[in-house]
């Protein structure tokens, strides 16, 4: 079985990761939310965890034995991923998946609408940060710069870091496909930074 820790498994995001993978019957998932909604998905491969991914102990009562960390999370994105790969790296786990977001290298084109880049929106600031703070951790990582997410169609493109993107959208379904793929195959999406959209 793969152990798999989520970070904001309560999100729209998280919880079409969480579908996706439950339809794989190797998965064990905890999932790490500051609010537990209810009613919420039960499955004896569910773990449900209420916590705080900014505390070390909220981490560390969790990150034993797991496989694969995903953050999934929408606030507070540095301190997570600070104490994400702190955590990770006291309990000896290596492989970490970040959802950021497009444009926090300015890779944007003016056909698709460049004052989504960094340069032109600070809130993106904080995505570029916990992307630096993975890059930079040792551990075997691969970030996720998804476009503008919704519940269209399920096509997509990926591109590699310094590439620009092709279109603005993608479906969620399109997010959580490629974070099972790249959990899937770690030889081919480990150590990689890839944004994911829709192409135009």
Known sequence: MTKILIIGATGSIGTEM????????????????????TPKPVDQRLNWVQGDATQLPD?????????VVVIS????LPPIAETVVTAMNQAQ???LILISSMGIYNEIPVKIGREGNLQFNPALKPYRQAADIVEQSGLNYTIIRPGWFDQG?????????????GGHDVSR?????LVCR??????????????????I
Request: glycine content about 6%.
């Open 182 to 199: 790249s959990i899937a195959d770690d030889s081919q999406f480990g150590h990689q930074n890839l944004g994911i959209n829709r192409p």
């Open 173 to 177: 379904w399109a997010i959580a496909d």
């Open 93 to 95: 786990v290596s492989r």
């Open 153 to 165: 169609n399920h096509d997509y493109e990926v591109t590699v870091k310094g590439t620009p993107f």
């Open 73 to 76: 999370a929408s606030g507070q």
């Open 18 to 37: 969480i579908k996706q993978l439950l339809t794989k019957p190797d998965v064990e998932l905890t999932l790490l939310a500051r609010h537990i909604q």
């Open 59 to 67: 981490l560390m009562a969790v990150m034993a034995q797991q496989d």
